[in-house]
């Protein structure tokens, strides 16, 4: 079993590609080569993958049609006010590729794996233990936030990881790499 990241696939939304200068000519060419992503990284339907919001701009059909084609257990961030919000409206089952039920998280949810992970769609500037090194995954800026130097933060979405999730030992080495550049800078 493996731990994956992600957010702002931004299934179906057309404009996302001239928004953040995605490399697709059409909105069914991006959608192919994220789901072929997805699924080429996520092999095991016993994988987890928690992805951070703005799943797709759709309705329930278009929300059901994506995971529908998507592997493993997915845990999905609920970012009702934002672009998941007409497909969040209601009580609505959605199950994934491998028939396992689409798991609706809080908008912000702390993880222990071992390490310390604060998962929310938005980058934020401190966090819950923050101060005692844990981490914080986000999404939403599609790589432009900028965090301070002495930030443990990554952006996890698609445009910042050629449009595959990142496992959590991608993770680990980003922030490993983070933790020996932030120490360089303090010397």
Known sequence: ???WFTSDNHFGHHNIIKYCNR???TVEEMDETMISNWNAAVKDEYDIVYHLGDFTFGDFDLAQKYFSQLEG??????????????WLKGTHIFTSKNGH???ILPPMVVL???YTLVLCHYPIAWWDRRHYGSWHLHGHSHGTYIHKE??????????CN??????????VRQM????????KIES
């Not at 257990?73 to 672009?83: D, G, P, T, V």
């Not at 002495?150 to 445009?159: H, M, P, S």
């Open 1 to 3: 079993m493996t731990i």
């Open 23 to 25: 490399p697709f000519k």
């Open 73 to 86: 257990r997915i845990r999905i961030l609920s970012n009702a006010w934002h672009h998941d919000k007409y």
């Open 101 to 103: 039920l689409v798991e």
């Open 112 to 114: 222990e794996y071992p």
């Open 150 to 159: 002495d930030d443990l933060a990554f952006d996890v979405g698609v445009d």
């Open 162 to 171: 050629q449009f595959y999730p990142i496992s959590l030992e991608g993770v």
């Open 176 to 183: 490993n790499e983070c933790e020996i550049i932030n120490k």
